[in-house]
Nanobody
Framework: QVQLVQSGGGLVQAGGSLRLSCVAS????????MDWYRQAPGKQRELVAS???????DYADSAKGRFTVSRDNAKGTVFLPMTSLKPEDTALYYC???????WGQGTQVTVSS
């Protein structure tokens, strides 16, 4: 049974930085592509960043140049460092394994202006 446990997030001023982490247990982590999604109040969940098993990366336009997804297969962890944060980045952030439809518990990111 795959479990995804997230950490990081919090409250930061505009222009600041945060790093999200997501640890996957009970699985061959290196075999899974990993995604980060976010959902702002009143909006649909949106894909922010993806990283494949070979560490190919893809980003939403809103994240390009500011967010950098990475993974550490030995630790079963995917990271999302976020810089130059904006108030519109405020949302609940989720890590996700699309192959098995598993979600992390969500982490709140709040960016004040």
């Amino acid at each position: 049974q795959v479990q995804l446990v997230q950490s990081g997030g919090g409250l930061v001023q505009a222009g600041g930085s945060l790093r999200l982490s997501c640890v996957a247990s009970g699985t061959a982590f290196s075999m899974f592509n990993m995604d980060w999604y976010r959902q702002a109040p009143g909006k649909q969940r949106e894909l922010v960043a993806s990283i494949t098993t070979h560490s190919s990366r893809d980003y939403a336009d809103s994240a390009k140049g500011r967010f950098t997804v990475s993974r550490d297969n030995a630790k079963g962890t995917v990271f999302l460092p976020m810089t130059s944060l904006k108030p519109e980045d405020t949302a609940l952030y989720y890590c996700h394994v699309s192959l098995i439809g598993r979600w992390g518990q969500g982490t709140q990111v709040t960016v004040s202006s």
